[in-house]
């Protein structure tokens, strides 16, 4: 489950994990409740004899035994400083960390110029890094120009220096005031013609990456990158897909329209559709968050697409 404002009791005999990275997988991956308690000072019953402090900002909770506790961050920052504390005589030994991100919360999207910027966060598992894959809402091209129209940027933080965003794999701060979309050629949408081939098309799903993502337990986020050259492709048409295990679509970049349930919300086969106009030039190109509902799965090793799908505007059957 994800953490959110408590304090993690643990035994006095309990042995901590010696690095913070260590200590925070073991919580976030631990499924027993019992050590589980709410943030209230009454509720920390004899454990310490310190006052322990209220969650808040970026703060996840403490993991706590009859001598000390760890301040926990939430996923995506980092503790700006010593996150373990002692109680002495009824005093911390040090005051406890802040914890840092970029923009100052896990919660916020990079600050850019360009409001036709569109970003699909997320904070991968288990390196913690937070990213946001930036395109186009408006459906123009990013400038500087890339050659797969998106960029992933990362949010990089040091305790003692700070955090930046970067484009991943730089190791130099982004300018963010530097990226701007174009503006595209609008063309007036017809209607599906009617001569169509309403057949729908098996796309290979090797096309499609996940990484598993702390935005909340059992995330997971999908980058889809399709060429197009052997399909007679529209905005009209759209996309069928069948996953073997029962998803939620949470967020979803440029140039996706909506993601529909397509088996009365059970959550296995979904209809993704695409914004009028969107430029289909480079390829069908896509970043989405999703949520499975089995604590068991990990994206990384269990392939969660069963199937998916082109299908025209005029298909009426979804592939069946």
């Known amino acids: ?26 919580v976030r991956n631990s499924v027993s409740e019992s050590n589980r308690v709410a943030g209230s000072s009454d509720d920390s019953r ?29 996923p995506g920052s980092i503790p700006d400083g010593r996150a373990r504390n002692r109680c002495i005589n009824g005093e911390w030994e040090d005051a406890f960390p802040n914890c840092i ?42 400038f500087p120009a890339t050659a797969t129209n998106n960029i992933d940027l ?7 220096k700070g955090c930046e965003w970067r484009e991943d794999g730089s190791k130099k701060a ?58 007679d492709w529209s905005d ?8 073997d295990v029962r998803v939620s679509w949470l967020s979803w970049g440029h140039p996706v329209d909506d993601a529909i349930s397509l088996d009365n ?4 086969l979904w209809k993704v559709t695409f914004k009028k106009n969107a430029n289909f030039q480079s390829g069908m190109m896509f970043d989405a968050n999703l949520r499975t509902f089995n604590n068991a799965v990990n994206v990384n090793a269990n392939w969660v697409i069963e199937d998916i799908q082109s299908c025209p505007c005029s298909n009426t059957d979804y592939g069946n």
């Open 1 to 26: 489950m994800k953490l959110t404002s408590a304090l993690f009791l643990a035994s006095a005999t309990a042995q901590e994990p010696g690095k913070y990275k260590d200590l925070r997988q073991t």
């Open 46 to 74: 004899a454990a310490l004899e310190c006052t322990i402090p209220e969650v808040s900002g970026n703060v996840d909770g403490y993991y706590c035994n009859s001598k000390r506790c760890t301040l926990m961050c939430k």
């Open 101 to 142: 991100t970029c923009e100052g919360s896990v919660d916020a999207e990079p600050a850019v110029a360009d409001n036709n910027l569109g970003f699909v966060c997320s904070v991968d598992d288990p390196t913690d890094d937070r990213r946001c894959a930036m395109t186009c809402s408006n459906g123009g091209d990013i």
């Open 154 to 160: 990362v949010c990089n933080c040091h305790k003692r």
């Open 174 to 231: 982004a300018d963010l005031s530097s990226y701007s979309c174009s503006t595209p050629t609008v063309t007036i949408p017809e209607g599906c013609p009617a001569d169509k081939a309403p057949e729908c098309t098996q796309l290979t799903r090797n096309k499609i990456s996940f990484q598993n993502s702390w935005t909340c337990r059992n995330c997971f986020r999908i980058r889809a990158s399709y060429s197009l050259s052997d399909l």
């Open 236 to 243: 009209l048409d759209f996309l069928v897909i069948r996953f």
């Open 265 to 268: 919300d059970d959550g296995f």
